[in-house]
């Protein structure tokens, strides 16, 4: 980088707010050791911060009070656009910063339920950002990373997906936002998805899968879609390794599955933020055998 290098602080590379877990600045320093742009990128995120901290005590308590809002949602957007400047959107949108721009966001194996309004509620699942903003139709909530359930009655609502609109004033649905897509579930009532001239209406039960190109397609509908709010997976004929996949990604670690056992079926009702736990029931009916080699890793192989 010309003339610019990256500043460390005692957190790591400018990440220290206070509130970055080990485990944050771990995977800071991953992201930014992977791609020069990333670097680049938090070199400018490093310098927004740099400026705040310059403002005299006086006015940063100003611009930050509770109902300065207008003044962090203009911070948030310089910190995106500084790292989108560098990176392009599709890197910013895969990694973990989109926690720098949030109004809300969890760590993993937390999951929370938000009141946004009289009738309307949100719960976010674990290691997921939204943010939240209102004009004059409607609440505004747009998905950064992780899954969603709204839950709307007699409130008008748009969520942002990132790859279209999904409006409603009466309904519950869960999205799920993944690397190359959204899926979405549609529990109760009704609701319009849009993106550029497509408008698609839905009723309850009804799924979709909402890639980052190409045609929304239909996907069968899942009364359980919403179990992860009670902290629970429900398998139906899944593939195991489906069912680890959706393990790992609510913890810290590595769940390492033997390739032979990838196809195998399981169904059944499992724990979700406990994954040796689940993958312990799921040996009472499929011979595999699961083992843990210290506190980060899971093997699942043959019995």
Not at 63 to 80: E, H, I, N, W
């Amino acid at each position: 980088m010309k003339g610019r290098r990256v500043r460390p602080s005692r957190g790591g590379y400018c990440c220290n707010r206070g509130t970055a877990s080990a485990h944050d600045h771990a995977g800071l320093q991953a992201w930014l050791h992977a791609d020069e742009r990333h670097r680049k990128a938090w070199a400018r995120v490093c310098d927004v911060q740099q400026g705040v901290r310059q403002v005299p005590a006086p006015l940063a308590h100003a611009a930050f009070k509770p109902q300065s809002s207008g003044r962090r949602t203009m911070l948030r957007g310089v910190v995106a656009a500084a790292v989108a400047g560098a990176t392009g959107w599709g890197v910013y949108h895969h990694t973990p910063w989109q926690r720098l721009i949030a109004d809300r966001s969890t760590g993993l194996g937390e999951v929370r339920k938000i009141a946004i309004a009289p009738g309307l509620y949100v719960t976010l699942s674990s290691d997921t950002a939204i943010q939240i903003s209102r004009n004059a139709d409607r609440h505004l909530l747009r998905l950064l990373r992780g899954q969603v359930q709204v839950q709307a009655s007699a409130a008008a609502v748009q969520l942002d997906t990132g790859v279209g609109l999904a409006r409603t004033d009466r309904a519950r649905f869960c999205v799920r936002r993944g690397a190359h897509g959204c899926e979405l579930q549609l529990l109760d009532g009704g609701l319009v998805l849009e993106r550029e001239m497509n408008r698609t209406r839905l009723s309850a039960p009804q799924g979709m899968w909402l890639p980052d190109s190409g045609v929304w397609h239909q996907r069968p509908p899942n009364p359980d879609a919403g179990a992860w709010v009670d902290g629970l997976i429900v398998a139906h004929d899944w593939p195991l390794r489906m069912l680890v996949a959706r393990l790992a990604d609510h913890r810290r670690g590595v769940i390492h599955l033997d390739p032979e056992l990838a196809d195998t079926r399981v169904s059944g009702v499992f724990p979700l933020f406990d994954a040796e736990r689940a993958l312990k029931a799921v040996a009472h009916s499929v011979p595999i055998a699961v083992q843990r080699r210290g506190p980060f890793w899971l093997s699942v192989g043959q019995a």
